[in-house]
């Protein structure tokens, strides 16, 4: 059987991929800003929970406010709520968790970057804001604003710390 | 009777099996939950297409919207799921050349497109493995075939060896700490694994260190003999079980697992 140019086209293909997918492991600027530019996500990133994990739960909470300028009490947008043992096959619910997740510790990385104004046009900030004001709320109320909130998991004597909370905006 | 795992169409075929678990899955997660599609959801398409220019370009942003229209990309994923079924209705003898892999990997990468956000390594992994399949579909020799799963293999390898080397340069991964605060949270962790671990700390290290070492080396895997290899492997099927039971994150074990028959192959 010989080799055709197709077959070496499709080799070729691996190898590219292969090379870009080692140099996709490295964390430096460089590397993360062509990153960002793969739409598709076709270069995986493989640093499972590591160099530092995730130790703590973020907590997105909502309140409104009334035309008369009363606000409703602080509502977390998600309880967690106990694993099953069935989720050890099926778990739909992490996925709402895992969203959640990601767009609070990306913008607490946007606000050590950028200040409580600008980080109100980041995609994090409106991808919040729009799930807060969607939200379930007091009939009569005109505004909401959201709030994020870091604990510090099962066992700790800790308080809890606001990281960030957002302007009040009209609904 | 066992077939032989020499058989590269054969090798192919269970990670099409392996792979199609965790895509179905994953898209009925999405399915039965529309409060991850709908615009008022904490994945508005709306709001995520203003990641980048593209897609906010007159031409791309018509297709999109309509794409992403929430009962459009119900019907994707529903497509993907279906796709995904039918490939593992076909028989296990024979490698599926038809449409079905190609469905999955376009409907993955438009997943992917869609938003990263709320994904996991395994959509990322899984999607690794339908393109690399579809790949090979293009071209269908055996040269092609077991490039292919050379490469899968290669995949996993790098995969493993890239979360043991961060782990391994991070003293508290080292020592044990890293482990038991990931597993301290209500997000990934477990009370009672975590109370074990916060009380004792040399397991945790123990655990940590274990983990670390096997995922490091694990590359090493391809010039092991074939006892020794089986052994590695089988410490990685309890390494996702723990994962998913402990962790909650059950999709990685159908997504990596479907990568080891490819591991498999080269057991010879």
Redesign the interface.
């Known amino acids: ?1 010989t ?1 055709t140019i ?2 070496i086209v ?2 070729v ?2 190898c590219a ?2 090379i870009l ?2 140099l996709g ?1 490295i ?1 430096i600027d460089q590397v993360q800003k062509i990153r960002k530019k793969d ?4 270069i ?15 907590h997105v909470l909502t309140r409104n406010k009334f035309p008369d300028g009363d606000l409703t009490g602080w509502k977390e947008v998600m309880i ?1 709520k106990k ?1 099953s043992w069935w ?6 619910y ?10 609070a510790t ?1 913008l607490a990385k946007e606000l050590k970057a950028y200040n409580a104004e600008s980080v109100q046009i980041s ?1 994090s900030y ?3 804001l ?2 807060a004001s ?1 939200m379930k709320r007091f009939p009569g109320t005109t505004h909401c604003q959201f709030m994020i909130m870091m ?6 004597g800790e308080q809890p710390i606001i990281l960030f909370t957002s302007n009040m905006h009209r609904i | 009777m066992i077939p032989p795992l020499n058989d590269p169409l054969l090798i192919i075929r269970l990670i099409e099996i392996l792979g199609s678990v965790s895509v179905i899955i994953s898209s009925l997660e999405f399915i039965i939950c529309p409060k991850m599609v709908n615009n008022d959801s904490i994945l508005n398409w709306q709001v995520f297409k203003l990641r980048h220019n593209l897609l906010i370009h007159k031409f791309w942003e018509n297709i999109f919207d309509r794409l992403y229209h929430p009962r459009a990309y119900q019907g994707l994923l529903l497509a993907r799921t279906l796709a995904a079924i039918m490939v593992l209705m076909a028989p296990l003898s024979r490698m599926n050349e038809n449409i079905f892999i190609h469905i999955i990997t376009i409907t993955s990468l438009l997943m992917l497109l869609r938003t990263t956000f709320g994904m996991e390594g395994s959509d990322q992994f899984v999607l690794v493995i339908f393109i690399s399949l579809s790949i090979i579909l293009l071209d269908n020799k055996i040269l092609i075939i077991k490039t292919g799963i050379l490469f899968i293999a290669a995949q996993l390898c790098l995969a493993y060896f890239t979360s043991g080397y961060y782990k391994i340069i991070t003293p508290d991964w080292w020592n044990g700490v890293s482990l038991q605060g990931v597993l301290n949270t209500k997000n990934f962790g477990n009370r009672q694994l975590s109370a074990l671990l916060l009380k004792n700390k040399t397991l945790s290290k123990l655990l940590s260190r274990a983990f670390i070492l096997w995922e490091c080396t694990f590359p090493l895997i391809i010039l092991l003999p074939k006892e020794l290899k089986l052994i590695f492997l089988v410490f990685g099927v309890l390494f996702h079980f723990c994962i998913a039971l402990i962790m909650g994150l059950n999709n990685f074990f159908w997504a990596f697992l479907s990568a080891y028959p490819a591991i498999l192959y080269f057991n010879r």
């Open positions: 059987m080799t197709p077959d499709v080799i293909i691996f991929w292969f997918s080692i492991q964390r739409l598709f996500s076709i995986p990133q493989y640093n499972f929970f590591a160099p530092t994990p995730g130790t703590k739960d973020f967690p694993r989720n050890i096959v099926w778990n739909p992490r996925r709402e968790k895992k969203a959640i997740f990601d767009l990306t995609m409106l991808a919040l729009n799930y969607n604990t510090h998991g099962f066992f700790s």
